[in-house]
């Protein structure tokens, strides 16, 4: 719950950061919000205008993350569901 903080410039940075991090054996674990279909309520909607309106932050589509992982230099593996509106992104170095 800490890329959704900040705008896709910012949260490639801190992905970036963590890239030096992960060893090329490692894996990196985001949890967030994933945004739902259009015309569908959600929570995660919800989440996305307090943050636009708070922090310039914003919620993302599974898509938006898997772009976003990629320009930091992981790929998407897989999500797992927690709950309706919350996933564990899974990414790997490339």
Not at 10 to 34: F, H, K, M, S
Request: aromatic share 6%.
């Amino acid at each position: 719950m800490i890329i959704h903080d900040w705008d896709d410039k910012r949260a490639t940075q801190i992905l970036v950061n963590c890239r030096q991090a992960v060893p090329e054996d490692g894996v990196l674990l985001l949890i967030e919000y994933q945004l739902s279909g259009p015309n569908t309520p959600s929570l995660g909607k919800t989440v996305d205008i307090f943050m636009l309106a708070v922090t310039g932050g914003k919620e993302r589509t599974i898509e938006q993350h898997k772009n976003l992982f990629a320009s930091a230099g992981f790929c998407l593996r897989r999500t797992i569901p927690i709950s309706d509106e919350l996933m564990i992104f899974e990414a790997l170095p490339v």
